[in-house]
Each structure stands twice: as structure tokens, then as C-alpha cells.
């Protein structure tokens, strides 16, 4: 076991994101760990080195090296595995003695483990023995906290980040399904037909035929945004008060009665409260609907723009992380897929400055659990936030011309035991591609 000397982001089994030197196996302790969570398998001796198992029948080979910090001047939560100059060989090997070939990364960090699956097919035609694999902190800390966390970015390179106890859960999906689907081709029938039939609800009633308001939605689209519906915006996001306190929050949420107001993720919502409070008190119905469906088949967004036809949801987006999580991507694609309309989809974005419960002895953990008559007093203490201090408001546009820089994430597992449906996210790197108006608050 080797240690680094720079210290960079790490995550404990808790959850927790802390500083500290990276840890490196040996490739004999790679091999042990392999070796203890993976079923059935053995090493394979030649060159090179690799491990080999069979799962329900099916065989698979593992390639794995240590998840490290990618290295000065990159940020500390960058990582990667270096690919070694042996890849297509071990490929060829796997391949001949009928094996699926998995090119992994271990992270270890005193007893916490997570895997990572580099998906095969993007690394082989890299130039070897000057490529890396790359997976961010934020990553790892997903697949520790929800167990299993996949993404594809704009690149479409595709990583898997797993704990040991759901090997099973990612041994099912490689082997059944083999690959992340290309979802953006053809959205469903329901999902098309649940955008229509919210359009048709809530458009307002006209004269004009449906191919000249087309034209003029077209035409004026823009302009409106940003001339009638982005004003709202930039009034709301200036009189919110900048620093939001969690038990502050869940009171005034709960003395209103508000249908979330028990909600863990409870910036989220309370921007939701305090969103929906606004429209109503400022008479503003006509220019911006607050609508949700969360039926199966339903649009599952916050927002509809009757003026331009178009959809829109709220986010509350912590600063450190490395890209804003968006919705559905089957809803997503339904809407930037649709013929004969507009088809924007914009997201209005509250950037905050977040301070974790665990600095404050978990006070707002504690409210929130004694308010609904928990046993467990500390339930979802590793998620829970104590305070947010508002930084910056985005309003983006999601649109053909930018869809192509939409990454894709799986995070969590169902109670079914599959990984939960894929959703949106924009990269940080991307952010500027979708930008209309940026908002400063701090």
C-alpha cells in the first residue's frame, strides 16, 4: 500500500468528503480485494496479469488498477486509472477464452471501497500508454452513499461507480443489457402524448391557426423569455433572503401546511414554497404555471410558459458539485424531440454555498425527525443540510442545438433491485452552452 503527497478529495463509507493522501494497492492487494467481494473468481498468470470469474453462467475477466488524483493543476476532485499499455492485449485474452473484458478502477480509503466500471469500448482505441480514465469525487461519493451511480457525458464515455455489496446489481446489468441504451433515438408514445396533452390543458385558447402561432412561437420565443419571463425571475431571485437556515425553513414550511414540507432535500422545496408563494401573491399565472405530474407517464416539471409553450423546472444546485442534476431523461428528449413545436426546455437554476449538518451536531437532522415522531433521531444524517447562502441564479436553455452536450446518470437502485431510470445532467464545463441570463446574488 503506497500513499500519495497531495491531498486531495476523499470519501469516507459514511459519506462524508474530506482531504486527505491518496491510497494505492499493490497489484497483489488489488488482487485480494477483487478476490473477496467478486464471485468465482481466480487469477489468470501470464501477461498480463488479470482476474477471471463466472457469474450465473456468464464469464467475465477483470483489468484493474487504482483510482489516484490526476495530478497538479487539475482540481482535487479530479481521479482516473492509468491505462496500461496492455490493454488490447488483456482484450484479445478475455475475447478468446470467451470472457466479457472489464476495465475497472478500485478506489480504497482506510476501509471504504468503491469500484468503477471504465466502460471497454471508449478506451481501446486510445493511444495506450499516454491515456487515463477519469472519474470525479462527487461520483464516488454517489455510488457510496446510493450504492450504484453510472453516467455518460458529452464525450460519451460511460463509468459505473459501485459499492461491493451491489456487484450483483452490476453484474446483472452487464450481462443483461450489456450497455446503457441510446434513449434519445425514440421516446415512447405516453411520454409524447403526456407533453401534448399538458400543452393543450394549459395553452390558452386562440383564433390563429396552429401553423402561424408555430410561426410566431418560433420567431418570438426568445424575445419573450427574455423579455417578459426572465424579469419574474430575476425579481424573485432579488428579494429571497440570501442565507436559508434548515429548521428556519422546515417552520415556516410546516405552519404553512405545504404538501412538502417534510421533504429531506429541503432547499429543493422550500425554493419550490417559496416560488409558488410568489406567483400567487403577484398575480403572475398568466405568464408562468406552477404544474406537476408525477403520474407514470406524466411530466414530472415544475413549470409551464403558456406565452411560448414551453416547459421549465426549478433547481436548487449546491456550488461544489461538478454539474447540475436535471430530470427524466425520457421526459427530457420527449420535449426536445417534439415535431411541428418549439421545443426548449429551460431550467431555472438557484447556486448555493452549502454547510453540511454534520458541522452543527446535526441540529436540523434531529428537528426533522422529531417533528414526524421518528424513533431514529439522526435518520438521513448524511445527507442532511444545516444551512445554504445563495450565490448566483442560472436560467438556461435546453434546446436541439445544445441536447448533444446533456450527459446521462443512473444513481441509486430501486426497490426492484435495478438501477433507477437515467437523468439529465450539465456539466459544469458545459454550463455556458445553455446560459440565457446569469443572476448574481452574493
Known sequence: MKRGNVLVEQIQNDGIITEDYDVSLSPS????????????????????????????NQKYAIRCKNITYLGIPHPIYKKRIQIADDLMTFYDAAVKMGAKPLLLGVYTYGEHTVFVDFKMDTYLGKKAHNSSAHVYAEDLWAA??????????????????????????????????????????DVPEVAQGAVNQLIQSVAPQ?????????????????????TQIAPVFRDFFQGLPKVWHGITCYEEMIAAGYKNKFQPEW???????CFEKYL???????????????????????????????????????????GIQGNDWETVFSILNRE????????????????????????????????????DLLSYHKRMKNNVTL???????????????????KQGINSNGKPRPPKIMIDHDNLGRFVVEEIRLA
Open 391 to 409: 450565490k448566483k441564479a442560472y436560467l438556461l436553455d435546453i434546446n436541439p442545438a445544445n441536447k448533444e452536450y446533456l450527459s446521462m446518470f
Open 144 to 185: 457510496t452513499v446510493d450504492g450504484y451511480f453510472q453516467k455518460v457525458d458529452c464525450f460519451g464515455n460511460t463509468i459505473t461507480a459501485f459499492r461491493p455489496d451491489v456487484i450483483p446489481v452490476f453484474l446483472d446489468e452487464l450481462f443483461e443489457s450489456g450497455t446503457v441504451e441510446d434513449v434519445t433515438a
Open 280 to 322: 400567487k401573491e403577484n398575480h403572475l399565472e398568466d405568464k408562468i404555471v406552477y404544474y406537476q405530474d408525477k403520474k407514470d407517464g406524466g411530466i414530472d416539471l415544475d413549470l409551464y410558459f403558456p406565452q411560448i409553450a414551453c416547459f421549465g423546472d426549478l433547481k436548487a444546485h449546491s456550488e461544489d458539485s461538478k
Open 29 to 56: 492487494e488489488i488482487g485480494t480485494v477483487l478476490c473477496r467481494y467478486f464471485p468465482n473468481l481466480k487469477k489468470v498468470d501470464g501477461t498480463p496479469v488479470f482476474y477471471a470469474g463466472k457469474y450465473h
Open 267 to 273: 432547499v429543493g422545496f422550500y425554493l419550490e414554497f
Open 206 to 226: 386562440s383564433t390563429q391557426s396552429r401553423a402561424s402561432q408555430y410561426i410566431q412561437s418560433v420567431a418570438s420565443q426568445d424575445d419573450l423569455f427574455r
Open 340 to 375: 411541428g413545436e418549439a421545443a426548449h426546455l429551460y431550467y431555472i437554476v438557484c447556486e448555493h454555498e452549502t454547510k453540511k449538518d454534520s458541522e452543527y451536531e446535526y441540529e436540523v437532522t434531529r428537528f426533522w425527525n422529531t417533528k414526524q415522531q421518528k424513533a
